[in-house]
């Protein structure tokens, strides 16, 4: 993992930790690198870490075991789709949505775009 510059560190490292858990990289139940790991593996300081992995276990992603270490959350990978999926919809889809129609594109004119769309894209992971 590279960290940019622009956004903070531990922003960064809770980033990525909600995108393994969503591509399912990490399942419920898997413990996760310790503070410690990602400060020597990373070369950051180990609160940086720990300032990120107190975000994910107050988002209900990530669970504690005292003693143990941090473990992936039951549900954690659908309470990710479920507000991504959210998101995505309110930030992505209806703004490209409205342009469309305002450049005289149909609901069904996106409508089988998205299908031809998704029809070439299921081919190609099915190729590789």
Request: glycine share 6%; charged share 25%.
């Amino acid at each position: 993992m590279e960290f940019d510059s622009t956004t903070p560190i531990y922003i960064q490292i809770a980033e990525e930790l909600r995108h393994e858990i969503l591509i399912g990289a990490l399942d419920e139940g898997d413990q996760v690198m310790s503070t410690t790991k990602y400060a020597t593996t990373y070369r950051i300081n180990p609160a940086t870490a720990a300032k990120a992995f107190t975000a994910l276990v107050d988002e209900g992603l990530l669970v504690k075991k005292r003693g143990i270490g941090m473990f992936v959350a039951a549900g954690a990978r659908e309470r990710l789709r479920t507000t991504g999926r959210a998101r995505f919809i309110q930030d992505s889809l209806l703004p490209v949505v409205e342009e469309a129609l305002a450049l005289g594109l149909t609901p069904n004119d996106l409508i089988d775009a998205i299908h031809t769309h998704a029809q070439s894209a299921e081919t190609h992971t099915k190729e590789h």
